[in-house]
Each structure stands twice: as structure tokens, then as C-alpha cells.
């Protein structure tokens, strides 16, 4: 079945810097892979996916892109602010099956210095 | 607001008690999951039900019973729980995986604690 493997676990960067977050991914036939943003006491939020027909997507201070030649993604945020701290989850999936099974990331807990 | 509630959000219970954790939708979705959150552990995907018939149970042992009456609302019924099962426990919706629309929406969870 897929794994999905992400680093780091944790980041720090300065304010305004950038941060960047990797994931590989097994299955050769998983073509999405969405973004989640997990906030404390709140359950992950969707912030960005990526289709396999694609190789970067960017939706202002994020972006994404994919290497499907070497299973991996990546997750880059700049102009980082002290709102984007919270723990990214990176997951892969096969659409078109009859139920949506999203494999996801371990996460990376991303916290922003002032 | 996601527009997937779950109530409670905070449960203690002992390991003889049953009880049931209660996910409700309300974007006309057609899937619903449970997934298990353990601290530095990737979320474990549990059942996952489309149109109200379930599609995958992931080895989840028999004291979780999930319970999908309609598309809009999802249960876990819990009985005789270990500590370990200590978690929180998400319900996410999504709106036609066989279609492609694969995007999940996820509750703000239960943290739930075994005694």
C-alpha cells in the first residue's frame, strides 16, 4: 500500500523567512495530494492540493510542487507570519476509487519566530 | 467553520464504560471517515462509509463500532476501551470520491482519555 514520508518533524524559521516542507510518497498511481494545516484544538484544514497532471501550484504565499519522476512534493511558504504556526500534514491519494483513502504524512510542527 | 461538527469535544471515560461519539456534516457530502490523531503518529485512517455503506474498516479492533444512518451523520460507538485508545478522534466528509472529488473536510475532533 502507499507511506508517505515527511520531514522535518519540526521547523522554526524567523518571521518572514521561508519554509519548506517534503514529502515522498510509494505508490506510483496516487495522482492528489492535498496540504493540511492543523491548528491547535482544531482539525486539519485543506490549504492547497495538487493533481498529478501538474507540477507547481501556487495560491499567494503558498505553493506546492511535485516530482512525479521521484515520488516527491513539496510545501514552501513565504513571507512566513506568526499565523502560519501550526502542524502540516502532506498526504497522497488515487482518485476515482469508490471511497476517497488518503494516506497522510507524520507532520511537520512549523513554528514562526518573532 | 469546516461544516463537519462532532460533539462532544472532550470525553473521559473509564474501560467498562460505553460510549458514542457523534459526527454531523453539513455540505451534502456522500463519504464520511473516522480517523484516529496519536501524538506523533500520522492519522490512521479507521472506516470510511459512502452512501451510508461501509467501504473500509482498517483492522480496527471490535470495540469501535462505527454506525452511518444517513449520509449526513456518523457514529462510533465505544466499549470497553484500553488507555492506548487514549486519542483524538476526527470525522471528515467529502463530497464524491468515485468522482474525483477527493478533498476532505475534517471536524475539530474529540479528545478522548481512558482511564
Known amino acids: 500500500g502507499e507511506n508517505v514520508e515527511q520531514h522535518p518533524s519540526t521547523l522554526s524559521v524567523q518571521e518572514g523567512d521561508s519554509a519548506v516542507i517534503k514529502c515522498t510518497y510509494s505508490d506510483s498511481a496516487s495522482n492528489y495530494f492535498p496540504w493540511y494545516k492543523q491548528e491547535l484544538g482544531k482539525g486539519p484544514q485543506l490549504i492547497i492540493d495538487i493533481r498529478s497532471n501538474v507540477g507547481e501550484k501556487k495560491d499567494q504565499r503558498i505553493a506546492v510542487t511535485l516530482n512525479k519522476t521521484a515520488k516527491h512534493f513539496s510545501l514552501h511558504i513565504t513571507e512566513t507570519q506568526p499565523e502560519d504556526s501550526a502542524v502540516y500534514f502532506c498526504a497522497a491519494s488515487i482518485t476515482g476509487s469508490s471511497a476517497s483513502k488518503i494516506i497522510f504524512g507524520s507532520g511537520t510542527r512549523l513554528s514562526i519566530r518573532p | 467553520e469546516t461544516g463537519v461538527t462532532q460533539t462532544p469535544r472532550h470525553l473521559v471515560m473509564g474501560m467498562t464504560n460505553k460510549k458514542s461519539l457523534k459526527c454531523e456534516q453539513h455540505?451534502?457530502?456522500?463519504?464520511m471517515y473516522w480517523y484516529k490523531q496519536s501524538a506523533k503518529k500520522p492519522l490512521e485512517l479507521m472506516f470510511v462509509?459512502?452512501?451510508?455503506?461501509?467501504?473500509e474498516n482498517n483492522s480496527v479492533p471490535s470495540r469501535f463500532s462505527p454506525e452511518c444512518p444517513n449520509s449526513s451523520h456518523l457514529f462510533l460507538h465505544l466499549h470497553t476501551l484500553q488507555p492506548e485508545d487514549s486519542a483524538l478522534y476526527l470525522c471528515?466528509?467529502?463530497?464524491?470520491?468515485?468522482?474525483?472529488?477527493?478533498?476532505?473536510?475534517f471536524g475539530p475532533g474529540t479528545r478522548l482519555l481512558v482511564l
Open positions: 471528515a466528509s467529502s463530497q464524491d470520491p468515485s468522482g474525483g472529488e477527493e478533498t476532505q473536510y
Open positions: 462509509y459512502n452512501f451510508k455503506e461501509q467501504t
Open positions: 455540505l451534502g457530502h456522500n463519504a
